[in-house]
């Protein structure tokens, strides 16, 4: 299965952003969907995941609050519905599956791209 993250831009502090992850040649069938996000010379941070079947989510505690998670099983897509931006969110984020609903990066197998959130002040 190939990911691809889109919606990401630039915004400034307190805006909303959707950003969304679609898988192509597959489903994400009994997998669970996370999002994470990097900025140059740190290690990749756990955001949000939930789990396909059943749609349970979990999210990290440093977005909780202003992150949401969800799926639509309809367009085989997940939803990072970002509000009350800060500068400190500014980063690439990558939507990744993985066998269950893991906050480990390693625990992930396939990964996609990314898309650059960048929150001015």
């Known amino acids: 299965v190939q990911l691809q993250a889109s919606g990401g831009g630039a915004v400034r502090a307190g805006d909303s952003l959707r950003l969304s992850c679609k898988a192509s040649g597959g489903t994400f069938s009994e997998l669970a969907v996370g999002w994470f996000r990097q900025t140059p010379g740190k290690e990749r941070e756990f955001v949000a995941v939930?789990?396909?079947?059943?749609?349970?989510?979990t999210v990290a505690d440093s977005v909780k609050g202003r992150f949401t998670i969800s799926r639509d099983s309809t367009k085989n897509t997940v939803y990072l519905q970002m509000n009350s931006l800060k500068p400190e969110d500014t980063a690439v984020y990558y939507c990744?599956?993985?066998?269950?609903?893991?906050?480990?990066?390693?625990?992930?197998?396939?990964w996609g791209p990314g898309t650059l959130v960048t929150v001015s002040s």
């Open positions: 990744a599956t993985a066998d269950w609903t893991t906050t480990l990066s390693h625990e992930y197998t396939y």
């Open positions: 939930i789990s396909w079947i059943g749609g349970r989510p």
